[in-house]
């Protein structure tokens, strides 16, 4: 990881995410310090699909779930590549028994867990 000095607005480096099956392909998850804000690079290099910003108040927690949940997307998109397919973003989507959106934002998605039924009584109450 990479150290930036506070105040700095420079793009700190939170981990690389690298496809299983073709090494060659890596993402970047970045902090950027100017908007307090957790986004991917590389997927629009790799495959021209849009970048992903993640939706989460304490990445520090999520870090270890958004990091699979990445590193599934990099793969389908590399699949999909393979074998000459369209791959589109799917609005909402379910990876290891959890729900996420990927919602458009401008140039970007917007990468987040959705609540649980469990989770969306408890908060009605």
Request: glycine share 6%; proline share 4%; hydrophobic share 35%.
């Amino acid at each position: 990881m990479m150290q930036v000095q506070p105040g700095s607005d420079e793009k700190i480096v939170l981990l690389k995410i690298q496809n299983q099956k073709k090494p060659e392909q890596v993402i970047t998850l970045l902090r950027d310090p100017g908007t307090d804000s957790f986004h991917t690079e590389g997927l629009k290099r790799l495959f021209g699909a849009e970048e992903i910003v993640i939706d989460t108040k304490d990445l520090a927690e999520a870090v270890m779930e958004y990091a699979k949940v990445l590193s599934f997307l990099l793969e389908t998109l590399s699949e999909a590549e393979d074998l000459g397919l369209p791959y589109g973003y799917q609005e909402t989507f379910e990876f290891q028994g959890r729900k996420y959106s990927l919602e458009r934002h401008g140039e970007v998605r917007l990468l987040r867990r959705l609540p649980s039924e469990e989770e969306k009584l408890l908060s009605s109450r």
